[in-house]
């Protein structure tokens, strides 16, 4: 199964975040670096193990702990 987040950044930001997230194992998918009203963005993909369930996702992301 496959988490997917649309990550949206000022476009002087763009490579940086795009970077952030592939440094924390993220594949990146759908870029659009062409700014709009100054905005660019990518979705960010991480698979899950099927073991992972729904509860420890919930949990990690109320505590703002990264997977």
Same mark, same amino acid.
């Given at each position: #199964?496959? #988490? ?17 997230h ?12 062409v ?17 992972d ?11 703002? #702990?990264?997977?």
């Open positions: #199964m496959a #988490m997917r987040i649309r990550v949206t950044t000022r476009a002087d930001l763009f490579e940086k975040r795009k970077q952030q592939i440094d924390h194992g993220y594949q990146i998918e759908n870029e659009r670096p700014p709009v009203n100054g905005l660019c963005s990518f979705i960010a993909v991480s698979e899950m193990l099927e073991s369930g729904i509860g420890e996702l919930v949990t990690q992301a109320l505590s703002g #702990m990264p997977r």
